[in-house]
Structure formats: C-alpha cells, structure tokens
T-cell receptor
Framework: DAKTTQPPSMDCAEGRAANLPCNHSTISGNEYVYWYRQIHSQGPQYIIH???NNETNEMASLIITEDRKSSTLILPHATLRDTAVYYC?????????????FGQGTTLQVKP | KAGVTQTPRYLIKTRGQQVTLSCSPI?????VSWYQQTPGQGLQFLFE???????NKGNFPGRFSGRQFSNSRSEMNVSTLELGDSALYLC?????????????FGPGTRLLVL
C-alpha cells in the first residue's frame, strides 16, 4: 500500500500558485519524498524530491515540514499545461530497488 | 540526452496470444523497472532489472516476465494474454548509483487485448 495520503482533486486558477499537500506520517528517516505528475495517458514525469530540506527547481518547490510527516508541492504560476495527476511517493533513499509505490494521486485542474 | 523510449507505442492482441514489449533506457542508466497502469488498479510495479538480473518483483503472475540485455535495454513478455492485461505498460530507468536513483519514465505501450 502507498505510504502517502493526498486529496483526490484540486482546482487552481491559471497564473496562481498551486499548492498540493501530501501526508506521509509514517515516513522513516532514510526515506525521500518524491513527486511525479502524469498528464493524460503519458508516462509519469519526475518533478522534484527531497529528504528534509526544502527544495526548488525550475518546475516547482517542495516544502517538507520539520517533523517530515507532510509536504507541499508548489507550482508557483500554474498554467493550463499543469493540469495532471500529481503523485507523492516516499521511498528509501539509497540502496532501494527500483520500486515506486503509487497511490491514487491528486488530480489538479487548472482553470482559465 | 534522449529519454526513455518504448516500442511499440500501441498494440492490439487477442486472448491467448503472447506479447513482447521493449524499453530502451536513458544512456548510462543501469536499472530498468516496469509498471502496469489500469483504471481500476492504478500504477503497479511489475519488476526491476539491474545488470541483467531481476532484483525486485511485484505481485504479478508468472505469465509476466522480463529480461535485460548487456546494453541495459529491457524487454517484458506477457504470455497467454487475458482481457485484464489490457493496460498502459510503462518502463522507467535510473542511474541506480548511491546518489542518483530517480526514475525517469518512458511514454508507455498501450496494450489492448480483445
């Protein structure tokens, strides 16, 4: 079973920030938080990952709470092309076999 | 650098047949993982190959098998196809080093079993 809980759906106005929450209350100290998104019928796209510090890249920012039990993915200026299913996944940092456990994700609908 | 490629992109088969899907990882990536995505079950892990060896396997019947070649390219095979095998099959590759295990996915192969 997935070790994360996400809201099934969210809406966001185009141009506004999209904040996608994820709960991972049973996360272990050696587990990363990964975010992927899947645009309709395409392969999942890697967005960002982090261990305990906040992370930012050209796509998004990842905010992880100090207790590491939850995180938020931030798309700073959402566009219609950001409409997708967003998956939050926890996985062992190193030495893990290539097994990602996907939950149901959050369907983000960006509206004009 | 080219991304993960999968062939064919679309496939139609009939029950009882067998099918082979191919995945070419990103250059330099040593690990290839396979996933099945269906509307009912979502994205589920099938198996992972590293250095031509299967090192992890999901909860799928033995009809699902795979292999990896010395150039890291991988194939998966499904024998005796069932209607429920209709799905999007995704492969993902990673460097699989101690500091870089992020998986990058291909576009998938959509299999329809009639």
């Amino acid at each position: 079973d997935a070790k994360t809980t996400q809201p099934p759906s969210m809406d966001c106005a185009e141009g506004r920030a999209a904040n996608l929450p994820c709960n991972h209350s049973t996360i272990s100290g050696n587990e990363y938080v990964y975010w992927y998104r899947q645009i309709h019928s395409q392969g999942p796209q890697y967005i960002i990952h982090g261990l305990k510090n906040n992370e930012t890249n050209e796509m998004a920012s990842l905010i992880i709470t100090e207790d590491r039990k939850s995180s938020t993915l931030i798309l700073p200026h959402a566009t219609l092309r950001d409409t997708a299913v967003y998956y939050c996944i926890v996985r062992v940092a190193f030495g893990n076999t290539g097994k990602l456990i996907f939950g149901q994700g959050t369907t983000l609908q960006v509206k004009p | 650098k080219a991304g993960v490629t999968q062939t064919p992109r679309y496939l139609i088969k009939t029950r009882g047949q067998q099918v082979t899907l191919s995945c070419s990882p990103i250059s330099g990536h040593r690990s290839v993982s396979w996933y099945q995505q269906t509307p009912g079950q979502g994205l589920q892990f099938l198996f992972e190959y590293f250095s031509e060896t299967q090192r992890n396997k999901g909860n799928f019947p033995g009809r699902f098998s795979g292999r990896q070649f010395s150039n890291s390219r991988s194939e998966m095979n499904v024998s005796t196809l069932e209607l429920g095998d209709s799905a999007l099959y995704l492969c993902a590759s990673s460097l699989a080093t101690s500091r870089q295990e992020t998986q990058y996915f291909g576009p998938g192969t959509r299999l329809l079993v009639l």
